[in-house]
Nanobody, 115 residues
């Protein structure tokens, strides 16, 4: 069982930046496929950014060039750097980790982009 704890959400103005963090209860984060998802009210949860165990990344088209996923294996932490935020980025953001078809979710952190 892996526990994931997100932090770093909050209220930010359009054009601003936030960095989300997700600390995992495993010292083997490097072997997991990682991802950040988000869910806005009334919408389905969607993948925002993903990273394979090998370090390859992929992004949703709506955030490409603005968001960056990264991983610090020594700190058992995965990050999501979000720049040039837009009101449509408002959602609950969830951290996800998967290994051998077993997936784990964090509890989510709210990001609100508003003036």
């Amino acid at each position: 069982q892996v526990q994931l704890v997100e932090s770093g959400g909050g209220l930010v103005q359009p054009g601003g930046s936030l960095r989300l963090s997700c600390v995992a209860s495993t010292s083997s984060l490097s072997i997991y496929r990682l991802g950040w998802y988000r869910q806005a009210p009334g919408k389905q949860r969607e993948l925002v950014a993903g990273m394979t165990s090998g370090g390859s990344t992929n992004y949703a088209g709506s955030v490409k060039g603005r968001f960056t996923i990264s991983r610090d294996n020594a700190k058992n932490t995965v990050y999501l750097q979000m720049n040039s935020l837009k009101p449509e980025d408002t959602a609950v953001y969830y951290c996800y980790a998967e290994f051998v078809s077993r997936g784990y979710w964090g509890q989510g952190t709210q990001v609100t982009v508003s003036s």
